[in-house]
């Protein structure tokens, strides 16, 4: 019997030669088509953002939402009932979310093969939800930008997704500028425009793109699954997992910090529906020196 277990890719690229953005390969160039994703990169490519409709069947995104709101009551403390995090694993339906076919093709276009999943993660909003500020998803790569997209960000919508529900705003192009916005941008947001869209869509950004949400004036809650995709670059050789908290005991800090325990990356837990945003201020600053 053959093992098959072993048959991935089943493309494999000639590794002496780097594909441009939006260079696809044949096969891949196939499957947009098929798809019919032409458009939204081109809108991607041009824009800095692309939203698909009917990503799913109603039914599939009514059981998606019931299963964001159910998991979020095991999230403890403050974000109880607002977020869920740590969800592949946690119910089958997350893996028909991350293996759905449009999703699987994003992510080549935009992180390449071999891209790993950074963030699933869902949010429930209520009425009177706050804006969040505006920001570039690549918080953790310093400007100016590379070329190469390093991070996609797709929002699967639960409801209808409009400006008083508090849709994510994007400024489109703003991608171009290839660097974070600075204070004065970050208040202005000239150029932002609502995502306004059905339920059952996927919304989703480039990595450089300039983006926020508005505050919730509607009742009822927004639920949006956050599904991010990173680049494979940048991991480390090694893994030092099993170096634990009893190993660094009394050990100098910087042992810490260079085993990635004292930024944000890869703190997520169950409990906290999230990951450990006090360390978010100090990721973003080493990464950008
Ligand atoms: O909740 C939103 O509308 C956008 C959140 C966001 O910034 C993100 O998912 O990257
Ligand atoms: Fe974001």
Not at 29 to 55: K, M, P, S, W
């Amino acid at each position: 019997m053959t093992d098959t277990s072993q048959a991935l890719p089943e493309v494999l690229e000639d590794p002496s030669i780097t594909r441009q953005p939006f260079e696809l390969s044949a096969e891949l160039a196939i499957r947009v088509e098929d798809l019919g994703l032409q458009a939204n990169f081109d809108q991607i490519r041009d824009e800095g953002y692309t939203i698909i409709e009917n990503i799913a069947t109603e039914e599939f995104t009514a059981r998606l939402r019931e299963t964001c709101i159910q998991l979020a009551q095991e999230t403890e403390g403050s974000a109880k009932g607002h977020s869920a995090s740590l969800l592949l694993g946690r119910d089958p339906i997350f893996e028909e979310v991350v293996l759905n076919p449009k999703i699987r093709a994003l992510v080549e276009v935009m992180c390449g093969q071999g891209a790993l999943l950074s963030q699933l993660i869902s949010s429930i909003r209520p009425k009177g939800a706050p804006a969040i500020p505006l920001h570039a998803d690549q918080n953790w790569t310093p400007a100016p930008f590379p070329v190469h997209n390093q991070l996609l960000t797709m929002c699967w919508t639960m409801e209808n997704y409009t400006f008083a529900g508090g849709c994510t705003k994007v400024i489109p192009k703003s991608h171009l500028h290839r660097r974070h916005p600075d204070k004065q941008e970050m208040e202005h947001q000239s150029g932002a425009i609502p995502t306004q869209c059905s339920a059952s869509s996927i919304v989703c950004w480039d990595g450089s793109t300039w983006h926020a949400n508005y505050p919730r004036d509607l009742e009822g809650d927004r639920v949006v699954l956050h599904i991010t995709f990173s680049r494979l670059a940048l991991r480390t050789v090694e893994n030092y997992d099993h170096l634990d908290e009893s190993w660094l005991e009394g050990k100098p800090k910087e042992l810490r910090q260079m085993l990635g325990r004292e930024d944000f990356l890869g703190s997520t837990t169950i409990a906290r529906g999230s990951a450990d945003y006090t360390k978010i201020p100090n990721t973003f600053a080493w990464a950008k020196t």
